[in-house]
């Protein structure tokens, strides 16, 4: 049972919370596509409360609400918010869970969204803090994967990119751990995983670690490609040498297997070419898609009747 709770860390759901947040959101999908009203969440609102840039996680969390019949208030910039006068989060947050049923929020600095769960007496969804965890993309993430791929377990998945700074990897690594997967981890040396993300999957999972993507395209069922931090990087100049140092092309997706996916929990900047977006393995526009239904579902569990 969701009802009430906070979701700040994937580690935060059971196997069972999962799965029965897949099924409902299949329910909200189908909802969807039939064009059936819905009103679990009529008289709830939900805030948003925004101190990083976001364009897909904010707005299909407030779609997902409104669809549902609910409202929703937001702090999309915290420039013309009180956070410019110095308001603490703990305040800001002692306030907005008065005037909301249910938090969404966002931060760069990782552990914020826990902090702001314990000042809440509402249940308060991470949406992303600093490098830490994004846990309601993982479950879109898994949710794709289900829907894309046909299932988890038995699969062979290539990550690429940023696994230093990104923190939907380190929460797609920590439910991964959870079936029977192959991992193929590529980045640069300097955007290596974390040590306690490393040590927290293996032994759990096989995995392999490179530099070069090539050799694993053959043997690859789901490459998820991510973007390079760029707000993460103290020196620019680092950032300047690493960007554009891999790219997906048609070559890459050519040498996939066939049935293989593509997915990338968006925004891109230049590491997958526009010429693969139409082809078959392409699935990240389907994937920021299905963020609406699986939020649907994880809202209307935790504050739903
Ligand atoms: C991701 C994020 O904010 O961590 N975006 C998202 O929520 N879909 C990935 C990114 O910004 O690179």
Same mark, same amino acid.
């Given at each position: 049972?969701?009802?009430?709770? +906070?979701?700040? $860390? ?26 059936? /009203?819905?009103?679990?969440?009529? !008289? ?9 840039? $976001?364009? &897909? ?5 407030? @779609?997902?609400?409104? *669809? ?5 208030? @937001?702090? %999309? ?35 914020? %969204? ?16 600093? !490098? ?13 994967? &289900?829907?894309? !791929? ?20 380190? $929460? ?7 079936? &029977? ?28 670690? $490179? ?18 931090? /760029? ?15 891999? /790219? ?9 297997? +066939? ?8 925004? *891109?900047?230049?590491?997958? +070419?526009?010429?693969?977006?139409? &082809? ?19 809202? +209307?569990?935790? %504050?739903?009747?």
């Amino acid at each position: 049972m969701l009802k009430n709770r +906070s979701i700040i $860390s994937i580690a935060d759901l059971s196997d069972e919370d999962i799965n029965e947040i897949f099924t409902e959101a299949d329910k909200m999908l189908e909802n969807l596509n039939s064009g059936q /009203k819905m009103n679990d969440m009529e !008289s709830r609102i939900l805030a948003t409360l925004f101190y990083e840039p $976001s364009t &897909r996680t904010r707005l299909s969390f407030e @779609s997902a609400m409104q *669809r549902l019949g609910g409202s929703v208030i @937001s702090m %999309a910039d915290s420039k013309t918010s009180s956070t410019s006068k110095g308001e603490t989060l703990a305040d800001t947050v002692r306030i907005v869970e008065s005037y909301s049923d249910i938090i969404v929020i966002r931060h760069p600095l990782e552990g914020a %969204a826990l902090l702001a769960s314990k000042f809440s007496s509402k249940p308060v969804i991470n949406a992303g803090d600093g !490098s830490g965890e994004h846990p309601t993309q993982t479950l879109i993430d898994l949710y794709t994967i &289900r829907k894309e !791929s046909g299932s988890i377990d038995g699969k062979t998945i290539t990550i690429i990119g940023d696994l230093k700074y990104g923190r939907t990897v380190h $929460s797609l690594l920590s439910a991964l751990a959870r079936y &029977r997967v192959n991992v193929n981890l590529v980045s640069p040396e300097s955007l290596a995983l974390p040590k306690h993300v490393y040590n927290e999957i293996k032994g759990r999972l096989k995995v392999n670690v $490179s530099t070069d993507l090539e050799p694993f395209l053959a043997q690859t069922d789901i490459l998820y490609v991510t973007r390079i931090q /760029k707000e993460r990087f103290t020196d620019k100049n680092e950032y300047a040498r690493l960007i554009g140092s891999y /790219k997906i092309t048609g070559r890459e997706a050519d040498m996939l297997p +066939s049935g293989a996916i593509i997915m990338h929990p968006l925004p *891109r900047v230049d590491e997958i +070419s526009p010429e693969v977006d139409n &082809r078959e393995p392409a699935k990240y526009f389907r994937q920021a898609y299905y963020g609406v239904p699986v939020r649907m579902a994880l809202i +209307s569990m935790i %504050a739903g009747e």
